[in-house]
T-cell receptor, first 116, second 111 residues
Framework: NAGVMQNPRHLVRRRGQEARLRCSPM?????VYWYRQLPEEGLKFMVY????????ESGMPKERFSAEFPKEGPSILRIQQVVRGDSAAYFC??????????????FGPGTRLTVL | EDQVTQSPEALRLQEGESSSLNCSYT??????LFWYRQDPGKGPEFLFT???AGEEKEKERLKATLTKKESFLHITAPKPEDSATYLC????????????FGAGTQVVVTP
C-alpha cells in the first residue's frame, strides 16, 4: 500500500546544471500535482498533470521549468540551468480521477533541492 | 486575488490544554477546504476535507469545522505527538486541482 513516492529525496546541483525530480503517484491515482516550498514560505502550486496532459501550469515559472507525466513511468519535474533561488523542497501530490475524493491530494515526502 | 490566512502563526500548548486554529479565506464558491499536518522534513499529511458551511469532521483529538468565511481546527486535550505545523488549503471553483495554501500554524505541545 505504497503512498506517493519521490526521488531523489535530496539533490545537490551547482548553478547552471539541470535537476530532474521524479514522482510516482499512489496506486490507482491518475492525477499528479507539483508544489514548491521555499524556505520560510508556504506551499505554492506549480503544475497539475494527468497522463500525457498538462491541465494547469499557472504556477510554473515561465523559463527553465517543465513537467511531464508520460503514459508509462513517473512524472518528471525538470529544472534547467538551476540558480540559487531554486533551492527549495519540491512536493508531488496525487489524487484519483473519480468524483469521490477527487479533490483530496496525497503528498509525497518531497525532494529537497540545494543549489550551490 | 484569493487569500488564505491562518492564525495564530505559532501556538504553544501544555499537554491537555485544548485550543483552536483558524483559517480564513476569501474564495467565493469554495470547491473544498483541506487540512493537512506537516512534520519537519516531511510531506503534508492529509487530515480532512470540508465542502460546505456547517460541515464538521473528526479524527481522534482533532475536529474541523467550516463556515462561509473560515474554518477552525480544534485540538482537544493535545498530546506531544500532536506537535506539527497545521496547513489549511482551499480549492477555488475555477481551479482545476490547484490548492492554495495558508502559511500554517506551528503547534508545539509540551508535556
Amino acid at each position: 500500500n505504497a503512498g506517493v513516492m519521490q526521488n531523489p529525496r535530496h539533490l545537490v546541483r551547482r548553478r547552471g546544471q539541470e535537476a530532474r525530480l521524479r514522482c510516482s503517484p499512489m496506486k490507482g491515482h491518475s492525477h499528479v500535482y507539483w508544489y514548491r516550498q521555499l524556505p520560510e514560505e508556504g506551499l505554492k502550486f506549480m503544475v497539475y498533470l494527468q497522463k500525457e496532459n498538462i491541465i494547469d501550469e499557472s504556477g510554473m515559472p515561465k523559463e527553465r521549468f517543465s513537467a511531464e507525466f508520460p503514459k508509462e513511468g513517473p512524472s518528471i519535474l525538470r529544472i534547467q540551468q538551476v540558480v540559487r533561488g531554486d533551492s527549495a523542497a519540491y512536493f508531488c501530490a496525487s489524487s484519483t480521477g473519480g468524483t469521490q475524493g477527487y479533490n483530496e491530494q496525497f503528498f509525497g515526502p518531497g525532494t529537497r533541492l540545494t543549489v550551490l | 486575488e484569493d487569500q488564505v490566512t491562518q492564525s495564530p502563526e505559532a501556538l504553544r500548548l501544555q499537554e491537555g490544554e485544548s485550543s483552536s486554529l483558524n483559517c480564513s479565506y476569501t474564495v467565493s464558491g469554495l470547491r473544498g477546504l483541506f487540512w493537512y499536518r506537516q512534520d519537519p522534513g516531511k510531506g503534508p499529511e492529509f487530515l480532512f476535507t470540508l465542502y460546505s458551511a456547517g460541515e464538521e469532521k473528526e479524527k481522534e483529538r482533532l475536529k474541523a469545522t467550516l463556515t462561509k468565511k473560515e474554518s477552525f481546527l480544534h485540538i482537544t486535550a493535545p498530546k506531544p505527538e500532536d506537535s506539527a505545523t497545521y496547513l489549511c488549503a482551499v480549492q477555488a471553483p475555477y481551479s482545476w486541482g490547484k490548492l492554495q495554501f495558508g502559511a500554517g500554524t506551528q503547534v508545539v505541545v509540551t508535556p
